[in-house]
């Protein structure tokens, strides 16, 4: 599978990913704080996730996913969600669209090597969500200031 091709899947099957996440949510422990929500309002968040991620795909844009993930560690220190659920639910994002994309399958070992690198660039962007929804998430409960924005500053070294 190739980037334009995750990018048409979740878009064309955001519905069906969606609905697949609200259960995931639903029926997990680890989510109790989440399930006092509407399946709309988790369905909505989850989308959020994915379209972020289509956006970063596209343009891999750290100030974006910095400022989207900080905002929403804030928020969720609000809604007073602990923040070990926090970034399951983050984790789990990324699981349930990965075990969408091998539902569809793969025929050929090119198909299995591309699939490899793209899952590479979606663990990066979920490591950035985490990272920067934490420093949020700190900022807002007025604990330590982690948080030092600079831009020519890599994530990783080399990335």
Known sequence: ??????????????????????????ESPRMAAY???GDRELGDRARNVYANLEKWLEETSEGQVEDE???LGKLRCQERIPLSQVVWG??????????????QGWDTVTDLKSTLALEILVVRFFDRAILHTVSGYESAAGGP?????REETPFWPGG
């Open 35 to 37: 399930h006092r929500f």
């Open 69 to 71: 993930y900080f905002q």
């Open 90 to 103: 983050l984790l789990l994002t990324r699981r349930n669209l990965w075990e969408f994309v091998q539902l």
């Open 1 to 26: 599978m190739e980037l334009d091709e995750l990018v048409k899947l979740i878009e064309g099957r955001a519905d069906e990913l969606t609905e697949l996440m609200v259960r995931k949510v639903r």
């Open 145 to 149: 200031k982690a948080h030092v924005r």
